[in-house]
Nanobody
Framework: QVRLVESGGGSVQAGGSLRLSCVAP????????MGWFRQPAGKEREMVAT??????YYRDSVKGRFTISRDVAKNTLYLQMNSLKREDTGMYYC????????????????WGQGTQVTVSS
């Protein structure tokens, strides 16, 4: 069982920045898939960014604004979000499993409880 705990969400004005963190105690698999997904209110969950080894994926709308990274020593996954837009609003979830490829696919076994991001204009 992998436990994931997100933090760092909040309310911010458009153009601002937030950094999400996801602590995964005991999950030390630096080459395996981890990712950030989000679910806007009333909509389906969507991939935001994923990382597996040195390979990263981003949804088109966040490319150039968001950066996913991981600190293996701290068992922590990050999502740096800059130039936030209203359409980035949603519940953000951290995910992990033991795949080594196809990390962009929403097929994760383990999920955090989510952290809310609200962007206002």
């Amino acid at each position: 069982q992998v436990r994931l705990v997100e933090s760092g969400g909040g309310s911010v004005q458009a153009g601002g920045s937030l950094r999400l963190s996801c602590v995964a105690p005991g999950y030390t698999y630096s080459t395996r898939c981890m990712g950030w997904f989000r679910q806007p209110a009333g909509k389906e969950r969507e991939m935001v960014a994923t990382i597996g080894g040195d390979t990263t994926y981003y949804r088109d709308s966040v490319k150039g604004r968001f950066t996913i990274s991981r600190d293996v020593a701290k068992n922590t996954l990050y999502l740096q979000m800059n130039s936030l837009k209203r359409e980035d609003t949603g519940m953000y979830y951290c995910a992990a499993d033991f795949r080594v490829s196809g990390c962009f696919k929403d097929e994760y076994d383990y999920w955090g409880q989510g952290t809310q991001v609200t962007v206002s204009s």
